[in-house]
């Protein structure tokens, strides 16, 4: 292709434009605005909690300066983007959440004495630029007014800057004290193991989420009539959770795993295109995402027409065993790997009692064997918070190999997985998927359900159904 041809093909994304321009035009849009009287906002309640997380972070990084991006929006197609959402390092250590502008940079100057933070924006263009009106990425008329620097800094007790001046503060630095998000291990590893620990506003942030969620659940099961009468039900249950989860908080905090019959076998089933039978079951994997970029991550299986059939209600009744089993030990100075040999322990013994494989559940235990692990592949839990797999940069002893601590949060989520063409387990065995997820704080002496509020037990499952459907 000659240069001539590309340029003219560069050109073209904008040929559908019929936008005024000419600075007269300027000068005549920019005119007989009123002027903002607003007051500033009051400080956040995070800025305190963010104020200290930076300072741990400067006190460990003396003598740097460290760049913390935002990141910036990302292209779904051609000129439409998905909704943005910051980089969590970077929502964690500013407090900045869904309102946060996409490009945005924090500074950690570690340098002197004290450590000196400043947030790096791009602020609302001036009315008397052609940008107010004619640029559709940022331009105030597309996308609305973004805040100013006065705003921002006094709602996240943060100094700002114009993000025009970002390029030359960094040049004035020496290069080998600036040490970046996308370029240092050890800054991924330490913002990251950062948050193993929640503060007081974070765990506050996490019931919000999971109050939400349960909202989100209770709306699936509103809607599971609507369901069964739609060839592509599971649509129907992803739509409902989603309609609550925009309602109450951001977004979802992942994709919605609507699960019916065999489907749920998939582990990351987030398709849905399936449909939603009477006497099968949902297996329903949902969070919402609240303002402050926090998650919930809550499973439940339900039985679509309200009640459990015998076998049905015999498996779920093995994982709620092997659940209940890791809450029974699950306190600060236990770990992650030993929650999970607990929950594996049940496990094995289940599916050796069954009989789908010879020799005894001890056996299936070893290493070498590990037979029950055909049904339930995956890990017991894992840290949740600004991300549904949080601390997901943390060095493994500092996880799966550390002990439990007050104040961390996680998930206990055993399942087992039944698919339709194991041939390795009875009929009436196959097709069935159950996992039972809740979120937990851990506390001084144990942990805290803080997803207790949905019902468990199936009787209380049914009845609650039975409730919400009347």
């Not at 129907?236 to 989860?245: L, N, R, S």
């Not at 019902?455 to 159904?465: D, G, L, S």
């Amino acid at each position: 292709m000659s240069k001539d041809a590309s340029e003219k093909l560069a050109a073209r994304g904008s040929a559908r434009s019929h936008r005024p321009s000419g600075n007269e035009f300027v000068k005549y849009i920019g005119s007989n605005w009123a002027a903002d009287t607003s007051p500033l906002p009051k400080q956040d309640k995070v800025a305190p909690f963010a104020a200290q997380r930076r300072a741990t972070v400067a006190n460990a990084f003396k003598g740097k300066v460290l760049v913390i991006p935002a990141g910036g929006e990302k292209v779904r197609s051609n000129d439409t983007g998905y909704r943005f959402r910051p980089h969590s390092a970077f929502a964690h250590l500013t407090g900045w959440g869904s309102a946060t502008v996409p490009d945005s940079v924090l500074v950690i100057d570690s340098r002197g004495k004290s450590a000196k933070s400043t947030l790096y924006f791009r602020e609302t263009a001036g009315k008397n630029t052609d940008e107010f009106f004619a640029n559709s990425a940022i331009g105030e008329f597309w996308v609305g007014s973004r805040p100013g620097l006065k705003h921002v800094s006094a709602l996240l007790g943060l100094a700002t800057k114009s993000l025009s001046k970002l390029e030359v503060d960094l040049k004035s630095m020496e290069k080998k004290d600036v040490l970046t998000l996308e370029k240092s291990t050890a800054l991924v590893e330490f913002v990251s193991e950062l948050r193993l620990i929640k503060d007081a506003y974070e765990i506050a942030e996490m019931k919000k989420s999971v109050a939400a969620s349960i909202k989100g659940f209770e709306s699936v099961v509103k809607n599971l009539k609507a369901a069964t009468k739609h060839p592509r039900g599971e649509r129907i249950v992803e739509g409902a959770f989603f309609a609550q989860a925009r309602a109450e908080g951001n977004d979802l905090g992942y994709e919605t795993i609507a699960a019916a019959g065999h489907h749920a076998c998939t582990l990351h089933w987030i398709i849905n295109d399936g449909p939603v039978k009477p006497g099968e079951l949902l297996l329903l994997d949902a969070g919402v995402e609240v303002d402050s970029l926090y998650t919930a991550d809550v499973t439940r299986t339900l039985p679509i027409n309200g009640k459990f059939s015998k076998i049905q209600k015999e498996i779920y009744l093995a994982v709620l065993e092997a659940a209940d089993a890791v809450f029974a030990i699950a306190k600060p100075g236990v770990t992650y790997s030993e929650m999970h040999k607990t929950a594996m322990k049940v496990i094995a013994q289940k599916t050796a009692k069954w009989g789908f494989y010879k020799g005894g559940y001890e056996e299936s235990l070893k290493p070498e064997n590990q037979w029950h692990r055909r049904w339930m592949i995956h890990g017991t839990g894992h840290h949740l918070g600004l991300d549904v797999h949080d601390c997901a940069h943390a060095r493994r002893s500092m996880y799966h190999d550390h002990v439990l601590e007050e104040g961390m949060i996680f998930t206990i989520e055993p399942g087992l997985y039944f698919h339709k063409d194991d041939l390795m387990v009875p009929k009436e065995f196959r097709g069935i998927g159950v996992r039972i997820e809740d979120d937990v704080l851990v506390t001084k002496n144990g942990v805290k359900n803080l997803t207790a509020a949905l019902p468990r037990k199936p009787k209380e499952i049914e009845k609650w159904m039975a409730k919400l459907r009347s």
